[in-house]
C-alpha cells in the first residue's frame, strides 16, 4: 500500500480543509512528518486507518467516536484518501463524511463511509471489504506491519504465544494447514457410521436353505386346497343368483297389493275435489275482472289519504313562517339604509392614514441621510492614508523583483541536480536489494537440499538410485508398507496371546469355547511372548518417528516452494525495475539547461547562489503578499464609499418622491396636526370595524330577502298540490262505491249467496292445471296397480318361493369364503417372510462389506488424528514462519546494539536475547532498556514489513512509524539514522512522525505541522 494524497476537514485540530500530496514524500523513499506535541501529527495516521478498516487507535465506538473526532469549531468532518496497492498496481479511494446536528450540538450523525477503485479515468464504487482485501491485511496486522501508531510500536515484540502465533496464521494463510478439524469430523462420522452399520447388522437374522425348502412345501399344499374352494364357492353363487330373484319378485307383488289398498280410501276426496274445480274455474271467468278493478281503485284512495293529510300540515306551518321572515326581514332592511354614511367615514380614515405613514417615512428617511455622510467623510479619510501606503510598498517589491529574477532558472537546475542524485541512489538500492534477493534464494536452496539428503541418509537403500526431488514419494510409499505389515503383526500377536489363554483353561472331557470339540489331544504350549510384544512396540516407535522425520521433511519443502516462488518473482521485478531507471537516467543525463550561466559540474556553485536566491525569494513573496493585501484593502474600501455615495442619491430620490405624494394626499383632503398623531395602527383598527359593519348588514339583508323568497314560492307550490289531491280523494270514493253496487247484483244472479261467496272462492289458493293433474294421475296409478299385480302372480304360480331353502344355502357360501380368507391370508403371510428372508440375507452381505470398509477407513483416519493433533502441525509451520522473520530481523538489530545483543526463538515461540556481554546467556526482552526495546522492536517490525510484501509483492515497501524515538540516547539515535539511511537503499518507502529536533535535521524530505489556536492545524511544506 502506497500513499497518494490524503485531504483532511474537521477531523480533530484540522478545522480547515488540508491536503497531503505523498508523492515527493515517496519519491525521495524516506521521509518526515515533524510537528510539536498535540500539533496534529498522529491524526494523520488515525485518518488513514479510520478511511481503510473504519476503526482508530485511540477511540472506539463506545468513547462517542463520531462526535469526538470531529472538530469542536467544525461542523462537518472530511476524510478522502488515495493510494496504490497490489501488482500491478491499482488506485483507490476511501472517503469518510460526517454532519454535526443543526441543532444539537453533541450530536453527530453516523459517518458515510465509501470506497471506489481507479479503472482508466473513472471511479468505480467497491465495498469497504474489497478494499481491505486489496492492502491484505486486516486493522491489528496492518498496524504491526504497516502503519504503526503511536504507543504500539512494541506490540509484536511483547505478543504473547497464543496471540502471535494467530498473528502468523493470518499473515501466511496457515489455517491451510489446520486439518485436525477436518480430521476429527471424518473420524467422528467413520465412527458413527461403524457403529450404525454393526447395530444393523446385529439386529438382521441369516435364513438357511431347509427354512426356504420347508416353507415352499407349505406354499404348494396351500395352493390346491384354495383351488377346490373356489369351485364350491362357483357353484353355491349360482344357486343364490336365482333365490334373489324369486324373492324379490314375491316382494314387490306384497307391496304392490299394499300400495293398491292405501290408494282406494282417497276416491271420495277425489269426487268433492272434482266439484270444488268446476265452481273456481265459473267464478274466475265471470267476476275476477271487476274484483280487481274494485281492488285498485280501493288502493289508491288508501294511498292518497296520508298524503292529503301530510299536505295539509306542512302547508298550515309554512304560513306561519312566511310571517315570522316578514317581520325580521323588515329590521334588517332598516340597519341596511346605513351604509351610505359608514362607506363614506372608511375613505376618510383611508386618506388620514397614508398621510400618517408618508410622514413618517419621510422623517426616516432625512435621519437615515445625515447618518450615511457622515460614514462617507470617515471611508474617504481611511482611503487617503491607505494610498500612501500603496506607494511605499509598491517601491520595496520593485526592489526586490530585480533581486530574485534568476530564481525560476535555479529551482530547475537543483531540480535537475536532485533528480540525478535520486536516480544514483534507487540503481544502488534496487542492486543492493536484488543481491540480497538472490543470497536468500540460493540459502533457500541449500536447506532444502539438507532436508533431502538428511532424509536420503535415514533411508539410503529406499533413496539409492533416484533424483533428489524423488525421495519424499518414494520414502512415504516405503512407510505405508511398513505401517501395512506392522499392523498385520500386531494383529497376529494379539490374536496368538488370546489363543494361548485359552489354551490354558481347556480341560479334558470340557466343551472348547471356540470350536466345542470335548477332547484336546494337541493344546497350544505356554510360551514367554514378551520379548515378540517389546519388538513390535520398538517397530511402532520408529515408523512413528520415521512419519514424523518425512512430515518434517515435507513441509519444509513445501515452505521453501512456496518462499522461493516470491522471491522469484521479486528478483524478476527488480530487474525490470533496473532496467527502466538506467534509461531514464541516461535520458536526464542530456537534459540539462543551465540558461548559458551554469555547467552541469557545478553544482555546489548552483546550490549557494540558490541558497542565497531562497533566502531573496522570501522577501519576494512577502513583499508581494504585503503589496497585494494593501491593494485588496484599497479596492475593498473604494467599494464601501462607491456604496455609501450611491445609497445616499437612492435616499434623496426617495425624499423628493415621499414630499410630492404627501402634498397630493393633502389637496384631496387636509387634516389638522391633531388628527394625524394618531397611529396608523389605531386608525385602522377604526376602519375595520366600520367594514365589517357594512359587510355584516349586506349579508344579513341578502339572507332574509333570499329566506322571504324562498317561503313565498314554497307556499304557492304546496297549495297547489293540496287542491290537486283534494279532487282526486272525491273522485276515487264515488267509483269505489258503483262498483260494489255492481259486482253484489252480479253475483246473486249467477246463483251464489252474494259479493262475499264469489271473494271467498277467489282467495282459495287453487290451482287449476295442478288441481287436474293430481286427478288424473289418481286414476292413471289405480289402474297401473292392477295390472302389476296380475303380472306378479303369474310369473309365481310357476315356480314358488322358499325363503328356508334360500337361508341354508347363504350360511353354507359364507362358511365357504371365511375358510378361503383364512387360507389366503396364510398364504401371503407365508409368502411375506420367504421375500423378507431373501431381502435380509442380501441387505446383510451389502452391510458386512460396507463395515469392513469403515473400519479400514476409521484405522488410516486415527493415524491421521496422531499426526494433527492439538495443532501440532500448524504450530510447527507458524514456528518455521517466525523463526525465519527472528532470522531476518536479527541482522539489523545485531548491528543497532553494537554486536552486543541478538534475538532468538526459544520454546513456546517466545522470543529471548542472547546477552554476548555476559558470557552469551539468554535473557527476557522484558529486562532490555528502553532503548534497546526500540532497537529490537523496531528492526521486528521492519522484517515484518518485509516478509508481508514478499507475500503481497507490489512495486514498493511502505513503512510509517508514528515516535518512538524519544526514549534513546545520542549514541543510538545516531544508529538509527544510520539504519534510515539504509533503508533508501532496499527499496524501501519509510515515513515518520516524531517532535525529535536531531532527526528532523537528518531527513531532507519533509512536511511540518503546526497548530494554530484560530486556524487549527495546517501544513507547512
Request: glycine residues 6%.
Amino acid at each position: 500500500m502506497i500513499p497518494l494524497t490524503l485531504t483532511l476537514q474537521g477531523i480533530y485540530s484540522y478545522r480547515h480543509r488540508t491536503t497531503i500530496d505523498f508523492s515527493p514524500l515517496v519519491q525521495a523513499r524516506l521521509f518526515g512528518i515533524f510537528g510539536r506535541t498535540g500539533s496534529g501529527k498522529s491524526a494523520i495516521i488515525e485518518a488513514i486507518t479510520y478511511a481503510i478498516f473504519g476503526e482508530t487507535e485511540r477511540l472506539n465506538k463506545r468513547d462517542g467516536r463520531t462526535y469526538n473526532m470531529m472538530n469542536l469549531r467544525s461542523n462537518q468532518l472530511l476524510i478522502d484518501f488515495e493510494f496504490t496497492a497490489g501488482f500491478p498496481a491499482v488506485v483507490y479511494r476511501c472517503i469518510v463524511k460526517g454532519q454535526r446536528n443543526k441543532k444539537r450540538f453533541d450530536d453527530a450523525k453516523a459517518y458515510e463511509h465509501v470506497a471506489y477503485r481507479r479503472e482508466d479515468s473513472e471511479w468505480i464504487p467497491i465495498s469497504l471489504g474489497d478494499v481491505q482485501r486489496a492492502v491484505g491485511l486486516n486493522y491489528d496486522n496492518f498496524r504491526r506491519a504497516v502503519i504503526i501508531p503511536q504507543g504500539r510500536f512494541q506490540d509484536f515484540l511483547q505478543l504473547g504465544d497464543t496471540d502471535r502465533t494467530r498473528m502468523m496464521k493470518e499473515l501466511f494463510d496457515l489455517n491451510r494447514f489446520e486439518l485436525a478439524p477436518r480430521v476429527a469430523q471424518l473420524e467422528s462420522v467413520t465412527g458413527q457410521m461403524v457403529s450404525r452399520l454393526e447395530g444393523k447388522c446385529s439386529n438382521l437374522v441369516k435364513h438357511d436353505d431347509d427354512w426356504f425348502e420347508t416353507h415352499q412345501q407349505l406354499i404348494t399344499e396351500y395352493s390346491d386346497v384354495l383351488s377346490g374352494l373356489e369351485k364350491e364357492v362357483t357353484e353355491l353363487n349360482k344357486q343364490l343368483t336365482k333365490f334373489h330373484e324369486l324373492a324379490a319378485i314375491d316382494n314387490e307383488l306384497t307391496e304392490r297389493r299394499n300400495q293398491l289398498a292405501v290408494h282406494s280410501v282417497r276416491a271420495d276426496e277425489i269426487s268433492a275435489l272434482e266439484l270444488q274445480l268446476k265452481q273456481v274455474i265459473l267464478c274466475r271467468s265471470k267476476f275476477l275482472a271487476r274484483i280487481e278493478a274494485l281492488k285498485a281503485d280501493e288502493l289508491k284512495l288508501a294511498g292518497l289519504m296520508p298524503k292529503l293529510r301530510e299536505q295539509q300540515n306542512n302547508t298550515f306551518h309554512l304560513r306561519q313562517e312566511e310571517t315570522v321572515a316578514n317581520e325580521a326581514f323588515e329590521k334588517a332592511s332598516a340597519s341596511f339604509q346605513l351604509n351610505g354614511e359608514r362607506t363614506v367615514r372608511v375613505e376618510l380614515l383611508q386618506l388620514q392614514i397614508e398621510q400618517v405613514i408618508l410622514l413618517k417615512q419621510l422623517t426616516d428617511i432625512e435621519e437615515r441621510v445625515v447618518k450615511g455622510e457622515e460614514l462617507l467623510n470617515i471611508e474617504e479619510g481611511k482611503l487617503a492614508a491607505l494610498k500612501k501606503s500603496i506607494g511605499f510598498a509598491f517601491k520595496q517589491l520593485t526592489d526586490v523583483r530585480e533581486q530574485t529574477a534568476i530564481f525560476p532558472l535555479l529551482a530547475r537546475i537543483v531540480q535537475w541536480y536532485d533528480q540525478r542524485l535520486q536516480y544514483t541512489k534507487s540503481l544502488a538500492a534496487l542492486n543492493e536489494e536484488r543481491g540480497q534477493f538472490t543470497k536468500r534464494l540460493e540459502a533457500l536452496s541449500h536447506n532444502q537440499q539438507e532436508a533431502l539428503r538428511t532424509l536420503s541418509s535415514t533411508f539410503p537403500e529406499v533413496c539409492s538410485g533416484l533424483d533428489m526431488h524423488e525421495f519424499i514419494g518414494a520414502v512415504s510409499g516405503f512407510l505405508i508398507d511398513e505401517e501395512k505389515t506392522l499392523v498385520v503383526s500386531e494383529h497376529h500377536f494379539e490374536l496368538q496371546k488370546k489363543l494361548q489363554s485359552l489354551a490354558g483353561t481347556l480341560s479334558e472331557g470340557e466343551a472348547c469355547p471356540v470350536c466345542g470339540s470335548l477332547h484336546h489331544p494337541d493344546p497350544l504350549s505356554q510360551v514367554d511372548m514378551s520379548q515378540t510384544g517389546e519388538a513390535l512396540a520398538g517397530r511402532r516407535k520408529r515408523l512413528r518417528d520415521h512419519q514424523e522425520l518425512i512430515q518434517q521433511v515435507r513441509t519444509r519443502v513445501l515452505v521453501s516452494n512456496e518462499q522461493s516462488d516470491a522471491l522469484k518473482q521479486r528478483i524478476n521485478e527488480l530487474s525490470l525495475q533496473i532496467q527502466l531507471v538506467e534509461k531514464e537516467y541516461s535520458g536526464h543525463s542530456i537534459n540539462f539547461d543551465g540558461g548559458g550561466l551554469f555547467q552541469p559540474d557545478e553544482e555546489e556553485k548552483v546550490r549557494k547562489t540558490w541558497a542565497e536566491a531562497f533566502k531573496k525569494q522570501a522577501e519576494h513573496q512577502k513583499a508581494e503578499s504585503e503589496y497585494s493585501t494593501l491593494l485588496s484593502r484599497q479596492s475593498a474600501l473604494e467599494a464601501t464609499i462607491a456604496r455609501y455615495r450611491e445609497r445616499i442619491e437612492v435616499l434623496g430620490i426617495q425624499k423628493n418622491d415621499l414630499s410630492i405624494r404627501i402634498e397630493g394626499q393633502r389637496r384631496l383632503k387636509s387634516f389638522s396636526p391633531e388628527e394625524l398623531r394618531y397611529s396608523p395602527e389605531e386608525l385602522k383598527q377604526e376602519m375595520n370595524l366600520l367594514k365589517e359593519a357594512i359587510q355584516q348588514a349586506v349579508i344579513k339583508y341578502d339572507k332574509l330577502n333570499a329566506e322571504k323568497l324562498r317561503l313565498q314560492q314554497l307556499l304557492f307550490q304546496n297549495e297547489t298540490i293540496l287542491n290537486m289531491l283534494e279532487t282526486q280523494v272525491e273522485e276515487l270514493s264515488l267509483s269505489v262505491d258503483n262498483r260494489n253496487s255492481e259486482l253484489e247484483a252480479a253475483a246473486i244472479a249467477e246463483g251464489f249467496d252474494g259479493k262475499h261467496a264469489v271473494l271467498e272462492l277467489l282467495t282459495l289458493e287453487f290451482d287449476e292445471n295442478e288441481v287436474g293433474k293430481v286427478i288424473n294421475a289418481y286414476r292413471e296409478t289405480t289402474a297401473t296397480l292392477h295390472r302389476r299385480i296380475a303380472e306378479l302372480t303369474e310369473r309365481l304360480s310357476d315356480e314358488p318361493y322358499n325363503s328356508v331353502l334360500h337361508q341354508e344355502t347363504s350360511k353354507s357360501l359364507a362358511l365357504v369364503i371365511e375358510k378361503q380368507k383364512e387360507l389366503t391370508l396364510s398364504l401371503d403371510r407365508i409368502f411375506q417372510s420367504v421375500k423378507q428372508a431373501k431381502e435380509q440375507n442380501a441387505e446383510l452381505i451389502r452391510l458386512e462389506i460396507e463395515l469392513g470398509e469403515a473400519k479400514l477407513r476409521a484405522a488410516n483416519l486415527a493415524n491421521l488424528a496422531k499426526l494433527f493433533k492439538a495443532s501440532g502441525f500448524v504450530n510447527f509451520v507458524s514456528s518455521v514462519y517466525l523463526e525465519q522473520l527472528v532470522g531476518i530481523a536479527n541482522k539489523r538489530f545485531h548491528v543497532l546494539s553494537n554486536r552486543q545483543l541478538s534475538m532468538e526463538l526459544a520454546e513456546g515461540n517466545n522470543i529471548v536475547i542472547r546477552d554476548y556481554l555476559n558470557g552469551g546467556h539468554l535473557r527476557s526482552v522484558k529486562t532490555l532498556s528502553g532503548g534497546q526495546t526500540f532497537q529490537a522492536s523496531l528492526s521486528l517490525a521492519l522484517a515484518l514489513a518485509d516478509v508481508v510484501h514478499s507475500r503481497r509483492p507490489g512495486t514498493d515497501n511502505f513503512f510509517f512509524l508514528d515516535e518512538g524515538f524519544g526514549s534513546l540516547d545520542k549514541e543510538s539515535l545516531q544508529m538509527v539514522f544510520d539504519t534510515l539511511r539504509t533503508l533508501r537503499l532496499e527499496n524501501r518507502i519509510v515515513g515518520l512522525i516524531s517532535h525529535v529536533e536531531e532527526l528532523q535535521q537528518e531527513i531532507d524530505a519533509h512536511i511540518r505541522i503546526i497548530n494554530d489556536d484560530d486556524e487549527g492545524s495546517r501544513i507547512i511544506n
